[in-house]
Nanobody
């Protein structure tokens, strides 16, 4: 049974930093690309950042480029999202997802962690 469990969300002020973590179990972690997505109030879920199964390549959305960094530790089966210079518009529920290397669709999702940024 595959499980993705996010943690690290909370209430912060604009300009603060926060690190989210996603712990994976039930899969061969180093064969799965991982991604972070978010869904703000009244909005659709949107892509934030992703990292290949080896950690060799990363991508991020323009809205977070230069502020958010995705990383992974294949020895601990975790993926992290370091978020700096947070803005109120970053307020959302953040989800991690797993996609088998080379495939297009994320197959597994966590339950999400709330990030609220006050102005």
């Amino acid at each position: 049974q595959v499980q993705l469990v996010e943690s690290g969300g909370g209430l912060v002020q604009a300009g603060d930093s926060l690190t989210l973590s996603c712990a994976a179990s039930g899969l061969t972690f180093n064969r799965w690309d991982m991604g972070w997505f978010r869904q703000g109030p009244g909005k659709e879920r949107e892509y934030v950042a992703s990292i290949t199964f080896s950690g060799g390549s990363t991508w991020s959305a323009d809205s977070v480029k230069g502020r958010f960094t995705i990383s992974r530790d294949n020895t601990k089966n975790t993926v992290a999202l370091q978020m700096n210079s947070l803005k109120p518009e970053d307020t959302a529920v953040y989800y991690c997802g797993a996609r088998y290397g080379g495939r297009k669709t994320y197959e597994y999702w966590g339950q999400g962690t709330q990030v609220t940024v006050s102005s």
